[in-house]
């Protein structure tokens, strides 16, 4: 599953537009997942969007994702389901969805990072990265250093979010990200899908740049210089 650049449609930070736009110019920018996030709207409305956007999302081959709401995740046919600490817990949601039905986890700590992964979660996010006004109740920014230490605790695919924008980019994706989840940096941006495509190419670099590092580091150098010189050996022979 790729979850490089993850988009969370919400409408309030759209300027007007609707989740549909949203996901339509997300997309066309890039974006690997849309998730489906509205706190505003009752079950049957949430409902009629999700088909949209699952309708969207189908055709293009994006993930999609639904916050907070199994329930509606499983009514709409979406991928998965994004849960908080507060939300059903993963082995219960596991049970009631489909084989192959993803899974996300709002993590802040390393250790609800480790409980995530044991509770058979397919990716976790890092929730706030840094602090955001786009999440009132998001609490301050837990940071790169937190961010490196759930990178090194667990397997899983780990997404930061929260405060994250083409000027800080990099360095999460140095720390370890495999994804980053955004709403401003895309969403409130006058061109989304500029936005988008801006924060995919820089993802894209930074993930190239780092795989590359984690080539040359000196312990691996010196492996393939001693791998070199038994070849050359054999071959003198
Ligand atoms: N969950 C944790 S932070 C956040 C959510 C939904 C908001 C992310 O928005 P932004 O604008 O990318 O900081
Ligand atoms: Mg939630």
Redesign the pocket.
């Known amino acids: 599953m790729k979850y490089d650049l993850y988009v ?1 449609t919400d409408e309030e930070i759209a300027g007007g537009l609707s989740h549909a736009e949203i996901a339509q110019l997300a997309i066309a920018g890039g974006a690997d997942v849309i998730q489906l ?1 509205d706190k505003v709207h009752g079950c049957p409305e949430l409902i009629r969007i999700g088909r949209t956007l699952r309708e969207i999302t189908k055709k293009s081959g994006t993930l999609f994702i639904i916050n907070d709401r199994l329930d509606v995740a499983l009514t709409c046919g979406a991928d998965g389901v994004h849960l908080g600490q507060d939300d059903i817990c993963a082995g219960v949601a596991r049970q009631l969805a489909p084989p192959g039905f993803i899974i996300g986890i ?1 993590v802040g700590t390393v250790e609800e990072a480790v409980r995530a992964e044991q509770e058979s979660a397919d990716y976790i996010a890092l ?2 990265v840094f602090s ?1 006004a ?2 009132y109740n ?1 609490g301050p920014g837990h940071g790169l250093e937190v961010l490196r230490q759930i990178r090194q605790n667990v397997s899983l695919p780990v997404i930061a ?4 924008n083409r000027d800080n980019v990099l360095e999460v994706i140095a720390a370890g990200a495999d994804g980053i989840a ?4 895309v969403v ?1 941006s006058p061109d989304i899908t500029i936005a988008a495509q801006e924060l995919k190419n820089s993802i894209t670099e930074c993930k190239e740049k780092r795989d590359q590092d984690n080539e040359n580091t000196p312990e691996k150098l010196s492996l393939r210089s001693a791998r070199i010189f038994l070849a050359n050996s054999c071959l003198t022979k």
């Open positions: 969370i996030r709002s929730s706030p955001t786009s999440k998001a979010i929260g405060g994250i955004v709403i401003s940096g409130g």
